[in-house]
T-cell receptor, first 109, second 113 residues
Framework: DAKTTQPPSMDCAEGRAANLPCNHS???????VYWYRQIHSQGPQYIIH???NNETNEMASLIITEDRKSSTLILPHATLRDTAVYYC??????????FGKGTRLHILP | NAGVTQTPKFQVLKTGQSMTLQCAQD?????MSWYRQDPGMGLRLIHY???????DQGEVPNGYNVSRSTTEDFPLRLLLAAPSQTSVYFC????????????FGNGTRLTVT
């Protein structure tokens, strides 16, 4: 089973920051938090990952709480092209990589 | 680099037929895996491989076979296709299991009638 809980859907106005939450209350010390997104029926695309520190790249920022039980993916200036399903996954070094149902993000013009 | 290449893109089978979905990667990745995605659902892991000669079962392995004779290729075989196997199939690879990001192919859309 997926180790994460995400809201099934969210809306965000174009140009605003999209903040996607993820709960992973049973995460263990050597497990990473990964985020992927899937646009239409394309193959999922890697966005970002982290262990315990906040991370930022050209696509997004990842904020992980101090107790590591939850995280937030931030798309700083959402565009219509960011409309997609976003998957939050917790993975250990030798784990099966299991996806949940993700959050369907709608960017509203 | 082409990345992860899946063929064919579309396939229609009759119940009971067999076929092989091809997956190849040119990134020298050790880890490869197959997922299926049904309408409105997330991805479910079918089989995976941590290196040539090694395969293991995922969440939904029944009805599918895999082998990994080379690092580059990880074919998925349906021996007796059933309508329940109608789905979109994605192949993915990474440098190591659970330690590096997955790279996905563009999928194979399979319909079994």
């Amino acid at each position: 089973d997926a180790k994460t809980t995400q809201p099934p859907s969210m809306d965000c106005a174009e140009g605003r920051a999209a903040n996607l939450p993820c709960n992973h209350s049973t995460i263990s010390g050597n497990e990473y938090v990964y985020w992927y997104r899937q646009i239409h029926s394309q193959g999922p695309q890697y966005i970002i990952h982290g262990l315990k520190n906040n991370e930022t790249n050209e696509m997004a920022s990842l904020i992980i709480t101090e107790d590591r039980k939850s995280s937030t993916l931030i798309l700083p200036h959402a565009t219509l092209r960011d409309t997609a399903v976003y998957y939050c996954i917790v993975i250990g070094p030798d784990d099966k990589i299991i996806f949940g149902k993700g959050t369907r993000l709608h960017i509203l013009p | 680099n082409a990345g992860v290449t899946q063929t064919p893109k579309f396939q229609v089978l009759k119940t009971g037929q067999s076929m092989t979905l091809q997956c190849a990667q040119d990134m020298n990745h050790e880890y490869m895996s197959w997922y299926r995605q049904d309408p409105g659902m997330g991805l479910r892991l079918i089989h995976y491989s941590v290196g040539a000669g090694i395969t293991d079962q995922g969440e939904v392995p029944n009805g599918y076979n895999v082998s990994r004779s080379t690092t580059e290729d990880f074919p998925l075989r349906l021996l007796l296709a059933a309508p329940s196997q109608t789905s979109v199939y994605f192949c993915a690879s990474s440098r190591g299991q659970g330690r590096t990001p997955l790279h996905f192919g563009n999928g194979t859309r399979l319909t079994v009638t």
